[in-house]
């Protein structure tokens, strides 16, 4: 098992959204931070993105930013961050961040969160990264995506084993453990089609 130095945390840029959502992103950069793990993310401030940037790096770790040029030419990237990479385009953002993680936690979010959390399970099932993903399902967010994706291995597009590429906690607190105990398995895309 690869130790876990920087985890990538996937979350909502909206701020307008209930503070039970804004409490855990404080709360998720502060417990990255206490296991002395780095955080990567999508360079924002605003909205959960900036709450675990900036609780983190409060809380003593180090935070990589990568965001698009487009996106940061609105001036919403974090500057006071450890290091930020403006990058050309979303396809370069999502691959640097896979490459600079360990580990990936998912906090509620809209549509682009749920965009590189798919791509992550497709990359891990095609066996282009064998890394944890946690999905953290606080107030019961991402209760329905789970039932669907289930649905979908009922229904034989997806393995029953691959319903496994992902853990699902319900607090911030069991995040660590879950990431620590969740098995480095590289998954053999040829079985992708059996």
Not at 106 to 134: M, N, R, S, Y
């Amino acid at each position: 098992m690869t130790k876990i130095k920087s985890v990538c945390v996937y979350c909502g840029s909206s701020s307008r959204v209930d503070q039970v959502y804004k409490d855990a992103a404080v709360e998720l950069g502060k417990t990255i931070a206490g296991q002395k793990w780095d955080v990567v993310y999508g360079g924002g401030r605003v909205g959960l993105m900036g709450l675990v940037a900036d609780s983190a790096l409060a809380a003593g770790s180090k935070v990589v930013g990568i965001i698009p040029r487009h996106i940061q030419a609105r001036e919403i990237e974090h500057t006071d961050l450890t290091e930020l990479h403006i990058v050309d385009s979303m396809h370069i953002r999502k691959q640097m961040m896979v490459d600079r993680a360990d580990a990936f936690v998912i906090l509620a979010g809209g549509l682009g969160t749920l965009d590189e959390f798919f791509e992550l399970l497709t990359w891990k099932q095609l066996g282009l990264h064998d890394k944890p993903v946690v999905m953290v399902n606080i107030n019961g967010y991402w209760t329905k995506m789970v039932e669907a994706i289930r649905f979908i291995a009922n229904e034989k597009f997806m393995r029953d084993e691959d319903l496994g590429m992902f853990q699902v906690v319900n607090t911030v607190a069991e995040v660590p453990s879950a990431l620590n105990s969740a098995p480095h398995e590289r998954f053999d895309p040829s079985t992708k089609w059996i």
